[in-house]
């Protein structure tokens, strides 16, 4: 479990405006009469504040979370004045063929805001080394 | 095919500080003695310029990209100084069963940088509504 993210609308609009400016994510009024029915953040915003919570949680990999991919669903959007927080599992390790001290750790991180409701599931591949024997 | 959007090192620390505080995205030095063997960008920091390229770049849906989900992978980081493009093609379109206006469509968005190399393939899948009838 990780900590918790308070979305502000203002980081909203800011994270849209430089990486994802579509009108349901930067102005309240055209996201009212959008499909979204208010104000949403960007999947990639709710992507992002739930990587900085899967670093700042400590996932127990000693070289940190090296991501090589995965995928991604953003079943509700992330609204302002959301709390969000994530859960992840380990779901399998698949150890390197080739390299006996690498593994890829598959992951499964669910964000959900305060109301428990989730806003992304991500199962990703996480490019993770054995720690060197005692 | 995309504009192009120039990635710079103060931009890959600034974002990595908000969203994926690790050694390897924030500081030269650290980076270099990691497995990335120099500064490179957070995978997220990468999908987020693709969907401003996306955006920008005129992909043709009427209602905006609305994403739902979709598969990412990262086969090598985004670098500072990285003039990164993308090229997107449908996939499938999916029609919906339910909602006779609406359907579901893959794109094969690919992230280059000025080499030519690939550093995201993301398939995502879109809300797409047919336009009104003429």
Redesign the interface.
């Given at each position: 479990m990780s900590g918790v993210y308070r979305v502000e609308q203002d980081s909203i609009k800011t994270?849209a405006a430089?990486?994802?400016?579509?009108?349901?994510h930067l102005d309240a009024p055209a996201a009212q009469a959008?499909?979204f029915g208010g104000l949403a953040a960007?999947?990639?915003h709710t992507?992002?504040?739930t990587?900085?919570l899967m670093?700042?949680g400590g996932l127990p990999f000693a070289?940190?979370?090296?991501?090589?991919?995965?995928?991604?669903?953003?079943p509700r959007p992330t609204r302002a004045g959301d709390i969000l927080r994530v859960e992840s599992e380990i779901v399998e390790i698949l150890p390197s063929r080739s390299k006996p001290n690498q593994a890829v750790v598959k992951v499964r991180s669910t964000t959900l805001n305060q109301d428990g409701e989730t806003v992304q599931v991500f199962i990703g591949k996480i490019?993770a080394f054995k720690r060197a024997a005692a």
């Open positions: 994270f430089e990486f994802d400016p579509q009108p349901f959008s499909i960007s999947g990639w992507a992002a504040i990587m900085r670093v700042t070289a940190g979370i090296i991501g090589l991919g995965g995928e991604i669903v953003w490019l």
